[in-house]
């Protein structure tokens, strides 16, 4: 079983999955993530060796997909471990040795601010969700997590939720009323174009953010009516447009799956040389994967 990584000389991945990896451990006992029970609202699971007795009696630890794990050694990085199993030294046992195990798992915010002055000196509501994930495990345990045994999800919603209202305003800000309801993909483009050094620097992705709605004066309501119910066309309309490109797709993915079977056929039979059997074979794979990989 080959070594593919080493991490500070004291823990190595030994294998990408639990079952390559069970075999150096037989009969021994490993490390594991728990998110289950009292912790099961928790963003992270965390092992002190020096709280847990077992920590230096197991031989190594398993990360599960989807997850990360970082070990630190007196508050110090000492690597980054995605999914596989892998081998603890001695040295990564003493005390101030720790193993956190951050899940990748993705989680909605639902946020709402009211009392936004537009440019025109207007004040508006606005609502909607974001969706996140923590990609680096290392910012998020540094800069959010820090000494915490538990990070719950509602944590972070609570925390990060400021910083999404405070980009929502300032975008608002500098649109009037009518260019605010006409604008809303513009909009969420310019709001995750702000958060994204932030919640980069946390360690979490920004992985959509939707604008829900605006809640505006009773002079704006029929302005308000008519952008809801222009959107909503506009996005049937995109949808009509996404489907008829699908059935087209769908279509060509039949046809050339057709025409390896002529293929076939003809080689079989004997109407056609290996040589142009292969030639043929090797074009329609290519154009088949190539409008599979269009449909996925």
């Not at 002055?117 to 345990?141: A, E, K, L």
């Not at 400021?162 to 649109?175: E, N, P």
């Amino acid at each position: 079983m080959a070594e593919v990584e080493k991490f500070g000389g004291l823990f190595r991945r030994i294998g990408d999955a639990v079952h390559i990896g069970a075999k150096k451990f037989k009969g021994k006992s490993i490390l594991s993530s728990d998110f289950g029970p009292e912790a099961e609202s928790s963003l992270i699971s965390r092992l002190k060796s020096e709280d847990f007795d077992g920590f230096r009696k197991n031989d190594g630890f398993i990360v599960k997909d989807p997850e990360n794990a970082i070990l630190l050694q007196s508050g110090s990085l000492v690597g980054v471990a995605g999914s596989g199993i892998y081998e603890l030294d001695k040295s990564a046992k003493r005390p101030g040795s720790e193993i956190i195990w951050v899940t990748k798992r993705e989680f909605i915010i639902k946020w709402g601010t009211p009392g936004i002055y537009t440019s025109d000196n207007i004040m508006v509501g606005c609502y909607g969700i974001s969706r996140m994930r923590v990609v680096n495990p290392r910012n998020f345990i540094m800069n959010v997590v820090s000494h915490k045994q538990y990070y719950s999800g509602d944590e972070l919603k609570n925390w990060v939720k400021q910083t999404i209202i405070a980009a929502v305003k300032h975008v608002l800000s500098r649109y009037s009323v009518p260019e605010m309801l006409k604008e809303r993909r513009s909009l969420e483009i310019q709001t995750r174009s702000e958060l994204g050094p932030e919640t980069s620097r946390w360690g979490l992705e920004l992985v959509g953010l939707d604008i829900g709605g605006f809640k505006v004066p009773d002079e704006y309501q029929a302005l308000l009516s008519y952008e809801v119910e222009k959107q909503v066309l506009e996005q049937r309309r995109e949808l009509a447009e996404e489907r008829k490109t699908l059935d087209d797709i769908s279509e060509k993915v039949t046809k050339y799956e057709q025409m390896l079977e002529q293929a076939d056929e003809l080689f079989l039979s004997g109407k056609i040389s290996e040589e142009k059997y292969k030639e043929l074979t090797d074009k329609y794979s290519r154009k088949l994967a190539q409008f599979k990989a269009q449909m996925s």
